[in-house]
């Protein structure tokens, strides 16, 4: 059986609805997450810009934040390696720090390390700028444990 391809503003009401019916307190949560949303945009807080081309020997992978690499993990995206589908990888840039000409990574790492491996020199990464110090331990927690 195909699924169906549907435009994702047709499927929004019900996930709304869905949400309100299956989640304890979800009016509140939802409230409390659009209060959060405007008070970080008023602070400044933006989306990132864009997608930006870096010299791998810039990446950084702190593990205070990050776990380990899994080394069979990264064998398994070498054996299937696409570059079509390859996603960015997402990382901070601690502005007005001596660490600025680093982009520590908080999301891909695993496949940051196949491309150093394949021999790719310059990679692709969601840059967030922000001179918070921990913001990539904030970022890994919230990726990792929200999606």
């Keep these: ?50 997608v930006e081309t870096i010299d791998i020997s810039k990446i950084w992978i702190d593990y205070s934040v990050q776990r380990d690499i899994k080394h069979k993990h990264v064998a398994k995206i070498i054996e299937r390696f696409d570059p079509r589908i390859c996603m960015p990888a997402a990382g901070v840039k601690l502005l007005g720090s001596e660490e600025e000409d680093r982009i520590y990574v908080y999301d891909g790492q695993h496949r940051l390390m196949t491309c150093a491996i394949l021999g790719i020199n310059e990679i692709q ?23």
């Design 1 to 50: 059986m195909q699924r169906e391809k549907r435009k994702l503003l047709d499927i929004l009401p019900e996930v709304k609805s869905a949400l309100a019916n299956t989640v304890k307190g979800w009016d509140g949560i939802l409230t409390g997450a659009k209060n959060k949303l405007k008070k970080d945009l008023d602070k400044g807080k933006r989306f990132p810009l864009g």
């Design 125 to 147: 990464v969601c840059v967030i700028e922000t001179s918070e110090k921990t913001f990539p331990a904030y970022a890994f927690e919230v990726c990792n444990d929200s999606g």
